[in-house]
T-cell receptor, first 113, second 114 residues
């Protein structure tokens, strides 16, 4: 069974600074997708960024980028120029081709002014 | 267009009561997923539909949990004889295509069993 581990229960960062959230996963599959989701206190889960395992190039979405290390099964999220609105719970998730998402336990990120 | 909607947003049930949670996916989305999220934890998969077919129900914790999507759009998650450990937020998600499509989540239903 696939597992996703987020080793940082909580993180804090000053506004405008950069922060990196860690994620590791375990799978025997070769083709899969990895995601970072954001869940603000309102609880609506929002996709932040997606990485397809067969792509070598790390995904980027504006201030958000990932460091995908397939051999190490590592998938970290870097948030640059942190904003107060980035305060939320962040979940790393794994999806093998087909269906369900397997989530990590989450990292609470607090952006301080 | 509207996103995924869920109702009710909050539900309080006495232990032993039956509850029904509704999910309206984004129009035209083929795949629909139910997840259970305990307080302070990540969501856990319950079940998955492709159109009206329930393709995976491996995550349903007991036979008290039942889900349906009879016409391939709206889905209902039913919990019979609720117990305190059923207290959680129940999230519904839909995606346009099977497999690599982004899953769009609803706001969830917070179920509290007293």
């Amino acid at each position: 069974a696939q597992t996703v581990t987020q080793s940082q229960p909580e993180m804090s960062v000053q506004e405008a600074e950069t922060v990196t959230l860690s994620c590791t996963y375990d799978t025997s599959e070769n083709n899969y997708y990895l995601f970072w989701y954001k869940q603000p206190p309102s609880r609506q889960m929002i996709l932040v960024i997606r990485q397809e395992a067969y792509k070598q190039q790390n995904a980027t979405e504006n201030r958000f980028s990932v460091n995908f290390q397939k051999a190490a099964k590592s998938f970290s999220l870097k948030i640059s120029d942190s904003q107060l609105g980035d305060t939320a719970m962040y979940f790393c998730a794994f999806m093998e081709y087909g269906n369900k998402l397997v989530f990590g336990a989450g990292t609470i990120l607090r952006v301080k002014s | 267009g509207a996103g995924v909607s869920q109702s009710p947003r909050y539900k309080v049930a006495k232990r032993g009561q039956d509850v029904a949670l509704r999910c309206d996916p984004i129009s035209g989305h083929v795949s629909l997923f139910w997840y259970q999220q305990a307080l302070g934890q990540g969501p856990e998969f319950l079940t998955y539909f492709q159109n009206e077919a329930q393709l995976d129900k491996s995550g349903l914790p007991s036979d008290r949990f039942f889900a349906e999507r009879p016409e391939g759009s709206v889905s209902t998650l039913k919990i019979q004889r609720t117990q305190q450990e059923d207290s959680a937020v129940y999230l519904c998600a839909s995606s346009l295509v099977q497999g690599k499509g982004e899953q769009f989540f609803g706001p969830g239903t917070r179920l509290t069993v007293l």
